[in-house]
Every structure is written in structure tokens, then in C-alpha cells.
């Protein structure tokens, strides 16, 4: 397995095994986004453990762009099949030529109200999650 689909199957894991099939898609979509946009690091795991550090190097608590890396948690893997399918999920959504998610670079449970609302717009809704993309900019 690539670290490339363990970075994406983590994510899928850890922010989504919840969530509807289609979500967890959802959320690896908005993470190729971000790969494919100059906005962002250009590979799947500098994506995902995105987010300020300390001088220690330790990430800064909750800061991150993917919360489950920097929530100072360990990130383990308790539940085998939900694990099996964010592989899968990871190594699907790899292969897609299409873009389900219509272009978000952005999500968030309905539980939060993130402070960038303002500069992106909605795209699809599953489950918990709420997916956007960035406004267009004025040129």
C-alpha cells in the first residue's frame, strides 16, 4: 500500500467512518482538490498533516486543516471492516475521473461554524458534513 492511500485511507477514517459511504468519498474528493489546487500542498499527505507547528515541531492543537492529526489524540485504528473500507475508499477515489464532490476544498460537521464560510460556497451535503468550494476571485 502507497503512503499516499494510507494518508487518504487515515483521513477517510478518522473524519468520516460515521458518515455515509458517499461522505467518506466526499472527503477524500475534497482532499485530491486540494492536491490539484495551488492554494495547497501539492501531494495527499502534506494535505492531510497540513497546519502550523510549534519550534518543537509539534503540531499546534486543533490547528490543523484535518483535525484528527493535530488533535493530540492517537490515532488508532479500532475498527477493522470501517479501516478496510477507507482503504478501499482511498484507492477508489484515486482511479476517479470524476469529481463528485463538484470541486469543495472545504468541509465541516453541522456540529461547527467554521470562520471561512465567507470565502467559499456550498456544494454538496451528506450526512454530518457540509462540503464547499472557494468563491471564484475577482481577477
Not at 87 to 104: I, K
Not at 110 to 129: F, M, Q, R, S, Y
Request: glycine share 4%; with cysteine; net charge neutral.
Amino acid at each position: 500500500m502507497t503512503t499516499a492511500v494510507i494518508c487518504l485511507a487515515m483521513a477517510i477514517y478518522f473524519e468520516a467512518r460515521s458518515e455515509p459511504i458517499a461522505g467518506q468519498a466526499m472527503v477524500a474528493f475534497t482532499i485530491l482538490n486540494r492536491v490539484g489546487s495551488n492554494d495547497y500542498p501539492a501531494d495527499i499527505c502534506s494535505v492531510v498533516q497540513q497546519g502550523p507547528r510549534h519550534a518543537s515541531g509539534q503540531m499546534v492543537k486543533d490547528r490543523c486543516q484535518f483535525s484528527f492529526w493535530c488533535d493530540h489524540k492517537p490515532e488508532l485504528v479500532e475498527d477493522w471492516p470501517a479501516w478496510h473500507r477507507a482503504v478501499r475508499l482511498a484507492r477508489w477515489s484515486l482511479l476517479q475521473p470524476f469529481d463528485f464532490s463538484e470541486g469543495a476544498t472545504h468541509y465541516h460537521t453541522t456540529d461547527v461554524k467554521p470562520d471561512w464560510l465567507a470565502l467559499v460556497e456550498p456544494t454538496v451535503a451528506i450526512g454530518n458534513h457540509r462540503f464547499y468550494k472557494l468563491k471564484e476571485r475577482n481577477q
